[in-house]
């Protein structure tokens, strides 16, 4: 088992998050999540039992199914949970998908270190606000290692996270530190307009962040290489 992820789908999509969101992307989502934020949209991969074990080569070919490294530029290959980081052999799998040549992102939750994680993978790690009940899962000394490429999103249910959220850049210089910040509403919680109000009358050193594979509707598919769309 030690040569092996435990994989709840791998999939073909629309990037619909991050600057790279709008982006054809094979996403390679692992099973297990020591957290329970309040808004999760990804419950049913809590736990690890959710996932099917495969071996790195395993997955690897799988990710080949949707487009051929470096023959497919404008795909990108996201590593998402879940918590893909509670899993000590996705760092290997970061590597070796980087180095085949996709742009490779990496989606996780704030709560484990990313010290190692592979120079070549765009960090997309989340600040865990007040309304997830998992504030206190924030690993802080990850502010310290985030890269200059790296992006730093916040999800945000009601007018207390976002003043949270405020705090937070303002008192690590947050926006010296990563490529982007970003805002995005909880789905089904927040109205997106009520977020864009806010940061027009605030104006903080962050961009707005709709989950655009909510807004068009578009379903995770399985390992048919089809694109998940209705």
């Not at 054809?24 to 309040?38: E, I, N, S």
């Not at 996780?108 to 765009?122: D, H, L, Q, Y």
Request: aromatic share 6%; hydrophobic share 40%; proline share 6%.
């Amino acid at each position: 088992m030690n040569n092996k992820l435990k994989v709840h789908n791998i999939f073909f999509s629309i990037q619909g998050e991050s600057t790279w969101a709008g982006r054809p992307c094979v996403f390679v989502r692992l099973a297990g999540c020591p957290l329970r934020c309040t808004w999760c949209d990804t419950p049913e991969v809590r736990s690890i039992l959710a996932g099917e074990d495969l071996e790195l080569e395993e997955i690897q070919r799988r990710i080949r199914n949707y487009a051929k490294p470096r023959g497919n530029f404008g795909v990108v290959v996201s590593l998402t949970g879940g918590e893909p980081l509670s899993q000590k052999l996705s760092l290997e799998l970061l590597s070796k998908v980087a180095e085949t040549g996709y742009p490779t992102l990496l989606e996780t939750s704030g709560a484990f270190s990313i010290e190692n994680v592979p120079p070549r993978v765009k960090i997309v790690m989340d600040l865990k606000c007040p309304s997830s009940a998992m504030c206190d899962r924030n690993l802080l000394d990850n502010l310290e290692l985030l890269r200059a490429n790296d992006e730093l999103k916040f999800v945000v249910a009601n007018r207390e996270d976002f003043d949270w959220a405020l705090m937070m850049m303002q008192r690590h210089y947050l926006a010296d530190s990563v490529e982007a910040i970003l805002l995005s509403p909880a789905w089904g919680i927040l109205d997106p307009m009520e977020l864009a109000h806010w940061m027009m009358k605030y104006r903080p050193p962050a961009r707005l962040q709709l989950q655009l594979h909510q807004v068009l509707g578009l379903k995770e598919g399985g390992d048919s290489g089809n694109p998940s769309m209705i």
